[in-house]
């Protein structure tokens, strides 16, 4: 818990130090707000997500697929993003190994939420993908919800 407060501070501290206090379009305003997405994201996939694709994103055995080098990640954002949001029934084929166990929907989450969960899967366990932005999250979100 120290090592997120002391992290949030340090970025208060390098909003304060460059002037742009975490929302300017420059790329130190742009870092910053990763910075915060990255925290925040954290502390969401801890709580929803950690219980079955594990803290590190290993997944669980043959229930739960890994995050964690998962091909499925790679140029599929739309896609994660409307899981995240609408959950999934069915199967789904992870680093070629086939899972089939339901995955519910987060309805409560809000698009900034989803920005910063997907933003931190995007970011961990050796991805360097950056910032997926909200206004990016609620364009994909119109898409998904009008296939359902």
């Known amino acids: 818990m120290s090592r997120i407060k002391l992290?949030?501070?340090?970025?208060?501290?390098?909003?304060a130090c460059?002037?742009?206090?975490?929302?300017?379009?420059?790329?130190?305003?742009?870092?910053?707000?990763?910075?915060?997405?990255?925290?925040?994201g954290q502390q969401l996939y801890l709580q929803y997500c950690s219980a079955?694709?594990?803290?590190?994103?290993?997944?669980?055995?043959?229930?739960?697929?890994?995050?964690?080098?998962?091909?499925?990640?790679?140029?599929n954002?739309?896609?994660?993003?409307?899981?995240?949001k609408n959950g999934l029934q069915g199967p789904i084929v992870v680093n070629g190994v086939e899972y089939n166990q339901a995955m519910p929907a987060n309805p409560t989450l809000t698009p900034l939420e989803i920005a910063e969960i997907v933003t931190y899967v995007y970011n961990?366990?050796?991805?360097?993908?950056?910032?997926?932005?909200?206004t990016e999250v609620e364009k994909i979100l119109k898409t998904c919800n009008a296939g359902d």
């Open 7 to 15: 992290g949030f501070g340090i970025l208060i501290l390098l909003a």
């Open 18 to 40: 460059t002037g742009q206090g975490g929302g300017g379009q420059s790329e130190g305003g742009q870092k910053v707000k990763l910075e915060q997405y990255l925290v925040e």
């Open 52 to 75: 079955c694709h594990q803290r590190e994103g290993q997944g669980l055995a043959q229930l739960y697929p890994p995050l964690s080098n998962a091909d499925y990640l790679d140029d």
């Open 77 to 84: 954002v739309e896609g994660v993003v409307c899981i995240v």
């Open 124 to 134: 961990s366990w050796g991805r360097e993908r950056g910032l997926v932005p909200v």
